[in-house]
């Protein structure tokens, strides 16, 4: 057990000649590459075709990035509409791979790549771990999902270019995790935040963090706070990292965040990013929050121009203390779509999440919202696990405790709380993406 070596981090760029280019030279880059894409889909994807003709815009209307506004967007609605293969830009026999969302009802959402864009998937993982610290010597455990969810091919991806070992556990059987994490001698291991708590804890229940080897965490695909992250860091005494994807633009390896946690680099020569106003989808300056959208720049199989991925964010195009030039998307909020309006306030699971992780004293940060609409009020109870002693005979600190974090949860939402306070492992745990809100109010 030991964190990453704090010294020598500049060294850790996998690839200096992008990820500290100028300014104008990846501007250069993605006007070359964005023309080029621009063409290609307009003569390969009816779609895009059509979408252009009806805004009297021809593929030599964009010469540059800064024409990037004038072209039209694509939803995830577009994406059910052509379902499976309608977005194709090249036959479908030059697809090597399909990967996909990891719902479980209803149709998928399916993305298609060309054993090209395979490779640039596992390039900017690699670019990623790297950012981790990690190097050929290192030992991945792998604790995504393996299948159309895109969390555990593309960690595998990564530690292929790099060329460190790849442990393909996939999801589940906590116990069986953390026994081969041990026996074989894992140095990072890459999950969900919210399943990386819950083995921190159970390796913490088992009493072997002192016999792991992990220094690096590389967690991403739901929101999480910089305080959770703390607290997996300090259970398991590593470095954890933000990693930022979707199967549409390419799984894990869009944004990743650096050693100083001042936002995720996104890696913008292959994925240039936007962030726009939600209302009128004008762009937002530096810092302001709104919605991120992706042009894939070089993908074959599926581009997407101006892709709405309805998560919030701002960007910071500021040079980074790594020496990173990429730009740097906040840690997430959450997605358009996870924000629950309650009573007129508009509320995040995260920020409840960090209100809980500030408690401490027997406060876990395991919890479900549970929203509901009682008398035409919405209501909005918090379940949260708390220390098993508080369930000894003493009521009076259970009701002063619950008291304590309905004040806190009213503070930092604007909203008030019901409290429950249930004891600890009561609330399921995910091997996945945690579901965090469940909303009973049937809003259409
Ligand atoms: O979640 C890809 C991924 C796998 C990322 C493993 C990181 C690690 P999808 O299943 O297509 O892909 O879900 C994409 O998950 O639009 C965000 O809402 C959310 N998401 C992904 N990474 C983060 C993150 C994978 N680091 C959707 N922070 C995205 C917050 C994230 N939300």
Known sequence: MARVAMENWEERIR???????????????????????????YDN????????????????????????????????????????????AVPQSKIARVQGTSGTTGKLTLASYTQKDVDVWGECVARALTMAGLTEEDKLHVCYGYGLFTGGMGL????????????????????????CMEDFGATAFACTPSYALYLAEAAQEAGIVDRLQLKAGINGAEPWTDEMRLKIESILNVN?????????????????????????????DYFYPEVLNPADHSPCADGETGELVFTTLAKEGMPLLRYRTKDL?????????????????????????DMK???????????????????????????????DRVNN???????????????????????????RIADALKQAL?????????????????EGKAKRVIDNRNLV
Do not use: W
């Not at 200096?16 to 290609?40: T, Y």
């Not at 790099?162 to 442990?167: D, P, R, S, W, Y």
């Open 313 to 337: 964010t701002s960007i910071d195009h500021s040079p980074c203390a790594c020496g990173r030039t990429l730009p740097r998307i906040q840690k997430f909020t959450g997605r358009t779509d």
């Open 240 to 268: 954890c990292f933000d990693i930022y994807g979707l199967c549409e633009v390419t799984g894990p390896g869009v944004a990743m965040d650096c050693i100083h946690h001042k936002g995720l680099h996104v890696y913008e």
């Open 414 to 430: 604007g909203v008030s709380v019901v409290v429950k306070l249930v004891e600890p492992k009561t609330i399921q745990r995910s």
């Open 45 to 88: 994807v009816a779609f895009y075709r059509e979408k252009m003709d009806a805004l009297g815009l021809e593929p030599g209307d964009i010469r540059g990035i800064e024409d990037i506004t004038k072209l039209p967007f694509t939803t995830k609605e577009d994406l059910r509409n052509n379902y499976p293969f309608g977005l194709l």
């Open 15 to 41: 690839d200096p000649k992008i990820e500290c280019m100028s300014r104008d030279e990846m501007s250069a880059l993605q006007s070359e590459r964005l023309v080029k894409q621009v063409k290609n889909v």
């Open 156 to 179: 595998d991806l990564g530690a292929r270019a790099l060329g460190c070992m790849a442990i393909p556990m996939s999801s589940g059987n906590t116990q069986r995790q953390l026994m």
């Open 377 to 403: 009020l919405d209501v909005l109870t918090v379940m949260v696990e708390v220390d098993e002693r508080f369930f000894s005979d003493q009521i009076r600190e259970l009701d002063a405790l619950r008291e």
């Open 341 to 371: 309006v309650i009573r007129g306030v508009n509320v995040f699971p995260t920020q409840v999440e960090a209100v809980l992780l500030k408690m401490g004293g027997g406060v876990a940060p395991h919890y479900m919202m549970i929203v």
